[in-house]
């Protein structure tokens, strides 16, 4: 045994996207005529799907986007109309509180979601930076 040498040579070939290569597209044509334009078909309906799925999704977000906004409108506006019919029936304290706060809450919530929307951090600078050595 002394003396020989056994090589192994080892081929491998990956393909990645809804389509095979165009040999193996062959290969099948080959074996099962047709069988390259199904495959071509299917994975065109799929990605017809799969949009069709992202079309969704992106509309349900506006949707659900506008009526968010809608809603917090209603809102704030019926508590400033509460909190001023309450001021003119002379309860000053009780109607300007009812006039700001749904104000205070819809900016607060504006604000936040301003900020989470830019990248900024919600909390403090450093927060999350861990502590320096110390000296022994």
Not at 55 to 83: E, K, N, P
Not at 94 to 101: H, K, Q, R
């Amino acid at each position: 045994m002394a003396g020989r040498q056994i090589t192994i040579e080892q081929f491998v070939e990956a393909t990645s996207g809804p389509l095979p290569d165009p040999k193996i597209l062959k290969a099948y044509d080959d074996i099962l005529p047709g069988a390259a334009n199904r495959i071509v078909a299917m994975a065109e309906a799929e990605q017809k799907h799969q949009h069709g799925l992202q079309d969704a999704i992106v509309g349900s977000h506006f949707v659900a986007t506008r009526l968010g906004q809608i809603f917090a409108f209603v809102i704030g506006l019926t508590g400033m109309v509460i909190g001023g019919i309450l001021i003119y029936a002379d309860k000053p304290i009780t109607g300007l509180a009812s006039f700001f706060v749904p104000l205070a809450a819809l900016a607060g919530i504006y604000l936040n979601e301003s900020r989470q929307k830019s990248g900024k951090p919600t909390q403090p600078a450093g927060a999350n930076t861990p502590a320096a050595p110390r000296d022994k």
